[in-house]
Each structure stands twice: as C-alpha cells, then as structure tokens.
C-alpha cells in the first residue's frame, strides 16, 4: 500500500481492546476538532466531530475528548477490530463549520493484532 | 451516491513540466478544498473553493493554483515542476455550513522525475 506517514506515532493492540489515540493541537480559537481514519490507499475518512464548547462526545463505538486547558484531544476506540487499522489524523478548523480549511496533525499509525 | 472523484489516479512528470488535476465533487457539495500529503509535511492545506471563487488559501508558492467551475468540478494546476512537488495530492468536497466534514477523494498520487 502507499505509505503516508514513514515516523509517525504508532499505537500496537489486541482485537477486542479499548484504544486510546492522542493529539495536542496548537489554535486556541478553533472552533471544530475532528478526528480522520487514513487506510492505505485512500482519502481521510471523516469520524467524529467535537465543538470547542463540548468536552465529549461519543459516536458509534468512538469518543472524542477534548481538555481545552491543555490543549490536548483525544479519539477512544471501544472493542478495536482489525478493520480500524489504519493512520489517524486529528484535525482543527479555526473558520467555523463554513471553510473547509483544517489543519491536520502529523498522525497515529493503529496497528489491531487479531 | 457517487463519491469524490479525482483523475488521474497516478500521474509521472519531468522537472519544469506543468500538470493539471481534476476533482469532481459529491453531487450537492459546492465547496472543494486541495490538501497536499507527503510523509514528512503531513497533510496541508493548499486553497478552497466555493461557488467558483476561491475563499482560502495555504501556504504554497504562486506555481499553485486552481479554480472550480459552474458545476463545483474544480481543478488544481502546478507550473514549472520541482522534485519536492512530488505528493498525493487530496481533494476533498463539503456540504454549506458543514467545513469540518470534508469527504475526501483517494487523490492522485504525481510524482516527478
């Protein structure tokens, strides 16, 4: 596959664990925090949103922290199948929900073990 | 619902040759962003556009450039070609009001030589 990413952060479980997968990001004033999936081969995929007023939000098997104090975000996945395998991007969007202007993180590589 | 398409799929160039890359967003979606991904940058934002006028734009030289047509198609172009062009190039396409749920393309991947 293409590789998109040759030293990123790299999380190793087990199929049925809970993952946790981390980011700091850096813009006070942005609005939206959100989390993209990257298999190899194709585009982001887009998981789960976070306003800056909330702190968490949870979605299908996935929950989003955010701790505005220390600038960290975080993106749990619940019961991990090897179908999450995959890099994951946290995002920022300092424009409102009407740009379509993000600044990505650098990325985590989610290895899931059968 | 068809998703983003983006032509080509892999695309080879010589140094100080110029290429163009098309996008074709989900029917309904009129804003079209342009990411760039290399694996030591990450993924950058190159520029956006809605209604055919470009609203934002990235940190990238002049020889970037793009436009979006009536029917939200965009295209991006890059003139005179260097090595460190060479990248996936992403787009993505979105909903009025809904930026942060960008639904990406699989992008083309453009080497240059």
């Known amino acids: 596959g293409e590789s998109v990413g040759l030293h990123l952060p790299t999380l190793s479980v087990q199929e049925g664990d809970n993952s946790i997968i981390n980011c700091a990001y850096s813009n006070s004033a942005s609005d939206y925090f959100i989390w993209y999936k990257q298999e190899s081969g194709k585009g982001p995929q887009f998981i789960i949103d976070i306003r800056s007023n909330m702190d968490k939000r949870q979605g299908q098997r996935v929950t989003v922290l955010l701790n505005k104090t220390v600038k960290h975000l975080s993106l749990q996945i619940a019961a991990t199948q090897p179908g999450d395998s995959a890099v994951y991007f946290c995002a920022e969007n300092a424009g409102g929900t009407s740009y379509g202007k993000l600044t990505f993180g650098q990325g985590t590589i989610l290895t899931v073990h059968p | 619902k068809a998703g983003v398409t983006q032509t080509p799929r892999y695309l080879i160039k010589t140094r100080g040759q110029q290429v163009t890359l098309s996008c074709s967003p989900i029917?309904?979606?009129?804003?079209v962003s342009w990411y760039q991904q290399t694996p030591g940058q990450g993924l950058q934002f190159l520029f956006e556009y809605f209604s055919e006028t470009q609203r934002n734009k990235g940190n990238f030289p002049g020889r970037f450039s793009g436009r979006q047509f009536s029917n939200s198609r965009s295209e991006m172009n890059v003139s005179t070609l260097e090595l460190g062009d060479s990248a996936l190039y992403l787009c993505a396409s979105s909903l009025v009001g809904q930026g942060s749920t960008l639904h990406f393309g699989n992008g083309t991947r453009l080497t240059v030589t």
């Open positions: 029917s309904g979606h009129r804003s």
